[in-house]
C-alpha cells in the first residue's frame, strides 16, 4: 500500500510557508554542507515551547534561553509536529531516521515461528556482540538493512558522519567508552565521592564525553553529519511529573543546545551548518497526576484471562530480583499459576506474549487458537484411559481442525521450503565472498568503514544460518501437522512437541479467534453432543478478550482524575475482503474496539484517503465473515473525535457527514491534530497497515527472498493492541509513575521539530507535520535525494 | 554466614527483649473514620534579631485537640518548629544575607541518666518521655552554616580516637564506648532528619519573610551532608545544588513507593490509601484488608509481594478471620475503590488496617506499623542492631583487618535488598524520624486512629537518648522563647553573630588550604582558638562589601562556567550592573586571591561575550583591576597597607 500526499499538498505547503516566513530576514539560499542534529528522546513539544515563552525573573531572559535564542529567534518551528503511528521509541525513531513508513513497530517484536526476540531498546547484548566480533548495527538497524531502508546517516560516506549512542546506532566507538571509565575513576570523581556528594552517573559521563567529541569533530570540516542523542528526558518524565525536575531536566538540555551551537558557530563550516532539535515522541506529564500502571502479564496469567504462561522481553518488578540485574536478559516467562493444561510446560509452550514496553500501549501476539485446540486434544489422546467414543471424537474435531488449516498452512509451508531454499543458496554465496574479504584492514580502509561494512555482511551471514535453522524447525512441525494420520482405537504415542512447535505461536489469531479464544479444556472435561461429537463450546474454556479486556477495572484507584477503566480501547486490522466499504472501494479495515456499544472503524484506501464509521457489535462468524451494526456518530466513541471541541472542521461542515466522509491524510491531520487523540486516526493506519507493503528489500533482492523479508516483518505483527486510558500505563518492569507514552494522546504525539543555520529562515509553522516529514526535509536541504520528495517541507 | 548465625542467635535474644519492651497493652478497638486534609499548615514568622539579622521560625499549625501538645500554651496555635538566622547586615538587600545558624527547636538534650544508659550495650529502650526543662545550653544550634567543616575535623577525630584507644581496649570498653557513640549519631541522624522534614514543608519567597529557594537548598543540603563524615568538605554552591537534587530526588522516590504500593495492593486485593500526616501529602500510605470477602486466584504468584510489603499474608490469617480489633467502615464504589468521606457508595466495607507506609524510603515503601503484631519492627531493628554490636563491640570485628566480613555482610544486605528487604538501617531511622513528629504533630486524623498508630510506632524507640515526640513538641515553645531572649539587643546571640562576622571577614580570600588548617587549629582546641578579625566600627561596611563581591563573582563565575555567550542565558545589562558593581567594590578588597580570581572571570567573560558593550565593560573593570593591583603591590612593599586582621583567642 503506498500512502501518498494529495498532489497539490507540496504546493499548498510552499503557499504556507511562504506565508509564514514573510518576516524572514533572511533568504533560505545558502547551501547547507553539514547536519547536526540534536536527538532528544521523550520531549513533549507543549512543554518545551511553553517554557521557552516563560521568563525567568533571575536572569531576564527565557527560562530556556538557549532554545529561544537558536530556534525561536535564529530558526524555525515546527509548532505541530506529531509522531506518526505509536508514540513510541523505536518505532519512532525509525521513521524519523529513515523518512519511511515503519516497518518497526513495537520497543520488541517476537518472531510468532521461530520465539526470536527483536530487542530494539537494549543497548548491552549490542555492546557485547559488537565486543565479540558478532554484531556490527543495533538491531533496529539490522532489521532496517534487511529490509532495504537506508537511514539518514547512510546518505553521508562513513568517513563524513559522527553518529553519537542511540537505538539505530551503526557501530560503538569504544575509545568514548574507554574515556567514561577513565573519568569515572578520575581523582576529581573520587573526590566527590569521598565529599559524600557522590560520583556522577555514568551515562552523564558519556553525555560529556560525547559532548566533547561531537565539538571536536566539529572542527574537521570533512565531516558533514553529526548527531547527539540525549534519553535524559524522557527517562525524567517517566520517573516524576514534577515541574522543578523536569524543569531542571530542559535547562540541562538548553544548556547542551548552547554548547553545541556555540561550537557551530566557531566551526569552519558554521554558515553552512543546519542545526536540529528533533524529539521522537511527547510525554503524557501531567503535574499532580500519577500515572498507574495495569497489570497485562497479570490478567494474561489469570484464569479470565487464559491463564497464559506469559512472555515479556524483561522481569517484571525487575528491581527486586537478582535475575533483574542481567542486563542481557531478552525474554522472560512468567509462568501462570492456574495454566489449564500447560502447568509443566512454562518454558516450552508460553502462549501469550507481551510487548509492554509501549507503557501506553501494549501489543499482543496469543498462540493461535486452534493450535490451542490441537495441543490440547493431543494431551486427551494421549491419555490411556480415554474412553473411546470420547477418543473418537477428539480424533475427528483435531483432524477437522488440522483440515480447516489445511490450504494454508500447506501454502505457507510451499513458500517457506522456497524462500529457505533461495536462503541457502544465498548463505552459500555469502560463505565464498566472505572467504575472499580481506582479514586485516589497513587505516584508511577503516576510516572508509570497510572493515565494518565486512563484519557486517558477517553478521548477516550468521542471522541467516540462525533463521535457516529455526525456520526449517517450524516448517518440519507444521509438515508434521500436515502428516497427521491418527488412530482412533489406541491412545497417542508419539511426542507431542514434535507436532507443535515449542516457543511458536503459529498463525495470527482472527478476530473470530480473539471472540472465542480456546484457553484450555472445559473443568468438567470433553463433553460430547447427542451426536457423538465433540461439544466444543461445552469442551473448552473460551474467552472473549475484547470483551474482558474492557471489563477490566481498577480498585485501587485513588485519583479521581483517573478512569477506573485502564483499558481504553482495543486495536486491529480486519482481513481483506471482509470488509468491504459502502462504496465498494478496495480497503483496508481497521478496528478499534472500546466496548459492544462503543466501536470505530477507520477505512483506508491506496491513495491514502481515510473515512471512519461509527459502528456496534462487530463480529466474526466461523466462515470468516465479519459483520457489525452500523450507527450514528456520538460521544464516547473511541478516538472521542465526536465531541473534541478541537475538531477543526471545514466551516458549515456537519461533524458527522466530515467524520465518516473520505478524506485525504492531510486533511485529516489539519482536522485533528489539535483534539485529545491528535493524529490518532492517520497513525492507527501507519500503525497496523499491512507490513509488507513497506518492505522495499534492498535493491538487486531475489522476488523469493524479498518475499521471505516481508513474512519475517508480517511474522512480528501483533494479533492486537491495547490502548491505555489517559494516565494508565502497561509497564511491569518496574515503575512510571511520571508519565508515560506510545498513545495518541496529543501530549504523547506532540514531538519538537525546530531547525536553525544554514540561511534557514525564522519563523513558527503552524501547520501541522508528522514523522515522514522530517528526514526528507533534512536531505532535500543538504541537497540529497529525499526518500519521499512529496513530504519535504522547506528545501533549499 | 557468620551473620546470617547471628541473625539467628540474636532473634532469640531480641525475642526476649522485645518481650520485656512490650509496654503497651492491646485494646479493643472501635470503628472510626479518617479525616484528611493536605492543605499547608507550616509558615514562617520573622523576628528582628537585634538590628542587622533576623530570626525566621518554621511553624506548624496544630491540632485543636487529641494530641500530646494539647498542654502547649502558645498564642500562635502553632508550633515552632525549625529556627533560622539570616544574617541580613541590617538591609532589605537579598545580595549580602547569609544564613548562618539552624535549630531544631524540638530538639531534647539528653540527659545524665539517658546518657548513661546508651552506653550500656543490648540496651534497647528509651527511658521516660524526656528532659521537662529547657536550659541555656539547649540553644546551642543544631547547624553552624558558617563552619561546615567543623563537625567533619570533630568526626574524624572521634572515629580515630575509637579505632586507635578505644576499640584495642576490653571488651567492656569497646562496647562501651561503641554504643555511646552508636547511640549518639543515631540520636543527631534523628534530629537532622527531622530538620530535614520540617524544612522540606516550609513555604519559600524570594520577598517576602520566608527563606528563598536558595537558602533553603543550601541549608537542606547542608543537614544531609552532616549525616555523612566528609560532607562538610563540599563547597557552598554544589551544597545548594545538592539540596536541589536531594529535593527532587525525594519526590521521584515517593512517587514510585506510592504506585508500587498501590500496585502491591491491587496485586493481592487489599485497599491502598495515601494518607496527609501533619499537611506532608504523599509521604505516607495505609494498606487496608476488606474483611468478610475473600481471596481468588490471580494466576500469579503473590509471595513476593508480601515479602515487599514486610507483612504476612492476611488472607491466610486466621486472627482477621475472627478479627476482634478496631475495624473502620468505609463507602466504596462499584469496583470495590474507597470512596472519601462523606461520600455514598454503592456499598460499605469492614475494612482492618494491616500496615502504615512510608514512602520516603529508598526503593521501596517501609512498613513503619504493622497493626497485627505490634512488635514485628521493633524485633527487626533490634536485631538489626544486636548483630551490629556483637560484631563490631563485642567480638571486634574491624573494618580494616576483617573486611572480607564487612564484604559478605554487604553482599547478603544487597541479596535482601534485592528481594524486597529494607536493609538500610539509617534510611529507616530517617523515616521513622518523620514520621514520629509527623504524627505528633497531626491534628486532622482520625483521633482514634492517630492514637493507635502512636502506641505502635513508640515500638521503634529503640534509642536510650531518644525522648518522646510530645514532650518534644512541649519543650520546643520553651526553646522558642529562650532563643528569642537570647536575639534581643544584648543578648548572647547577638555577640555570637559579631564573632561570627569577624570569623567570615578573617576567612575571606583566604585559601582552601588555609581555611582547613584553621578549622583543624578550632577543632584541636576544642573551640577555643577562633581566627577573627579586630573589633571594628568599620566591620560591618567591610562584610557588607565582601558579601557583595562573592554574589557578583558567583554570579559571573556561573555565567562563565557554561561555556557560552554570557548575554544569552542573562540579561546583558544585568550582567554589567554586576561588573560595574563588582569593579566598585573591588577598590575594598586586598586579597591577591581574590583579585586573582576576578580577574580570570572577566577575562573569560569578556571572551565569551560577542555583546560589544559588555565586552568594553569587562576591559575597563580589568584596567582598573590592574590599576589597584599595581598600587596595592606598591603600597605593600613600601609597607603602608597592614592586615587588618589577626588571629584572637575566643573564649
Known sequence: MKRRLSPILPVICSLLIATSFGFAQENPTKHVRRLVILKVDGLNADLLHRTMRETDAATGKSRLPWLSHIFAEHGTIFENFYTRGISLSAPSWSMLDTGRHAIIRGNVEYDRYTGHVYDYLNFFPFYLGYARSRQVDMPGVEVLDRAGIPLLIDAFPYSQRFQSFQLFQRGVRWPTLEHVLEHRFSSKVLFSIIESAGAPPLDELLSEETEKEIKQAMRKPEIFYLDFYTGDIDHEGHATNQPAALLDSLRRLDGLAGRIWTAIQASPLSNETLFVTVSDHGMNNVPGVFSQAFSLPDFFNSPQGGAHHVVTNRHQLSDYKIMGLNPLVQRVTTPSTASFYLASDAAHYPTAWLDLDGNERASVQLRNSDLNKIHILLLQLVRPELPQNVRTAVVACLTETVDRHRAAWTGTAGQLEEEMRALQQAIQARKKMIQTQPKTWRTGQREEGADKAARRNADELENWQREYSEYNSYLSHLKALLALHLDAQHPFRAKISELIPELALGDNNTVGDLQNYVAGPAAGGLVLDSGGRLDQQRSFIHVNYFAQLSEQRARNNPQPALSSRPIDFIAMRLPKGANADDSGAPAHAYWLYGDEENQLLILSDDSSHIAVKPIQHLTQDEHGRINWAPQQWRAGLPLHLFEDENLHLPAATERAAWLSAWHAESEWLQAVHMCGYSNGVISIVEYLSPVRDDVPGPPGLDLILLRYERRRRELVQADFHVFAADHWNFNARNFNPGGNHGAFFRISTHSVWMVAGGGVPTGVIDEPYDSLNFASTLLALTGRTPPMPERVVISQ | ?651
Open chain 2, 1 to 651: 554466614m557468620l551473620r546470617v548465625i547471628l541473625t539467628v542467635v540474636v532473634a532469640a535474644i531480641s525475642t526476649v527483649s522485645v518481650c520485656l519492651g512490650a509496654d503497651i497493652p492491646p485494646q479493643r478497638l472501635h470503628a472510626a473514620t479518617m479525616s484528611e486534609n493536605s492543605q499547608s499548615l507550616y509558615y514562617w514568622k520573622t523576628t528582628p534579631a537585634g538590628p542587622t539579622a533576623e530570626l525566621l521560625t518554621l511553624f506548624c499549625q496544630s491540632h485543636p485537640s487529641g494530641n500530646d501538645l494539647d498542654n502547649v500554651n502558645n498564642s500562635d496555635n502553632g508550633v515552632p518548629l525549625v529556627a533560622v538566622l539570616r544574617d541580613t547586615l541590617g538591609d532589605d538587600d537579598p545580595k549580602n544575607d547569609r544564613v548562618t545558624y539552624v535549630w531544631l527547636l524540638t530538639y531534647e538534650r539528653p540527659t545524665l541518666p539517658q546518657r548513661m544508659l546508651s552506653a550500656v550495650p543490648f540496651f534497647y529502650w528509651r527511658v521516660g518521655q524526656g528532659s521537662k526543662s529547657v536550659d541555656s545550653h539547649d540553644t546551642a544550634p543544631l547547624l553552624d552554616l558558617t563552619a561546615p567543616v567543623h563537625p567533619v575535623v570533630s568526626g574524624i577525630g572521634r572515629d580515630l580516637l575509637q579505632w586507635t584507644t578505644l576499640d584495642p581496649m576490653i571488651t567492656p570498653i569497646r562496647a562501651t564506648s561503641r554504643a555511646y557513640r552508636t547511640n549518639e549519631l543515631d540520636q543527631e541522624r534523628l534530629h537532622l532528619e527531622e530538620a530535614i522534614g520540617y524544612l522540606r514543608e516550609a513555604p519559600i519567597s524570594d520577598d517576602g519573610p520566608a527563606l528563598t529557594e536558595n537558602q533553603l537548598n543550601t541549608i537542606l543540603a547542608r543537614l544531609e551532608l552532616r549525616k555523612k563524615l566528609m560532607g562538610g568538605l563540599v563547597n557552598e554552591r554544589r551544597a545548594a545544588r545538592l539540596g536541589e537534587e536531594a529535593d527532587l530526588e525525594q519526590e521521584r522516590i515517593r512517587s514510585r513507593n506510592w504506585e508500587l504500593l498501590r500496585q502491591c495492593a491491587e496485586k493481592t486485593d487489599l485497599l491502598f490509601e495515601p494518607i496527609d500526616v501533619a499537611g506532608a501529602s504523599g509521604q505516607y500510605a495505609v494498606v487496608w484488608f476488606p474483611l468478610k470477602t475473600s481471596f481468588e486466584s490471580h494466576g500469579t504468584s503473590i509471595t513476593p509481594i508480601w515479602k515487599l510489603l514486610n507483612i504476612r499474608n492476611p488472607w491466610t490469617d486466621d486472627r482477621l478471620k475472627e478479627w476482634s480489633g478496631r475495624t473502620y467502615k468505609r463507602e466504596v464504589d462499584e469496583n470495590g475503590s474507597l470512596l472519601p468521606l462523606g461520600t455514598p457508595g454503592a456499598r460499605q466495607l469492614e475494612l482492618v488496617p494491616l500496615g502504615v507506609y512510608s514512602l520516603n524510603y529508598p526503593k521501596q515503601p517501609l512498613l513503619l506499623v504493622d497493626f497485627r503484631d505490634k512488635l514485628h519492627v521493633r524485633e527487626h531493628e533490634m536485631t538489626q542492631r544486636t548483630i551490629n554490636e556483637i560484631t563490631s563491640g563485642v567480638i571486634g570485628i574491624s573494618h580494616f583487618t576483617n573486611w572480607y566480613y564487612y564484604v559478605a555482610a554487604d553482599l547478603y544486605d544487597f541479596v535482601r535488598a534485592r528481594h524486597g528487604g529494607a536493609v538500610d538501617q539509617a534510611g529507616r531511622l530517617d523515616c521513622y524520624s518523620q514520621f514520629r513528629v509527623a504524627l505528633a504533630l497531626d491534628s486532622r486524623l482520625d483521633p482514634q486512629f492517630r492514637t493507635e498508630m502512636q502506641s505502635r510506632v513508640e515500638s521503634w524507640a529503640v534509642n536510650p537518648l531518644e525522648a518522646a515526640p510530645g514532650r518534644e513538641m512541649q519543650n520546643a515553645v520553651l526553646r522558642y522563647a529562650r532563643l528569642q531572649t537570647e536575639i534581643e539587643n544584648d543578648g548572647s546571640l547577638i555577640a555570637r553573630i559579631d564573632k561570627d562576622r569577624r570569623a567570615e571577614l578573617a576567612a575571606f580570600g583566604e585559601t582552601k588550604k588555609a581555611h582547613f588548617a584553621q578549622a583543624v587549629l578550632h577543632d584541636g582546641s576544642f573551640g577555643l582558638y577562633t581566627h577573627r578579625a579586630k573589633k571594628d566600627p568599620a566591620n560591618l561596611a567591610t562584610l557588607d562589601c565582601y558579601r557583595r563581591v562573592q554574589y557578583h563573582l558567583q554570579v559571573i563565575d556561573s555565567l562563565v562556567s557554561a561555556g557560552t555567550q554570557p548575554e544569552v542565558a542573562y540579561d546583558s545589562s544585568r550582567i554589567q550592573t554586576s561588573i560595574l558593581e563588582l569593579s566598585g567594590l573591588m577598590s575594598n578588597v586586598h586579597s591577591p586571591e581574590v583579585r586573582a580570581h576576578v580577574q580570570a572571570s572577566l577575562l573569560r567573560l569578556r571572551d565569551l561575550s560577542q555583546d560589544t558593550a559588555l565586552q568594553s565593560g569587562c576591559s575597563l573593570a580589568i584596567a582598573e583591576l590592574n590599576r589597584k593591583n599595581n598600587a596595592v603591590r606598591a603600597a605593600t612593599a613600601s609597607g603602608v597597607v597592614a592586615s587588618v586582621l589577626t588571629a584572637e583567642t575566643a573564649k
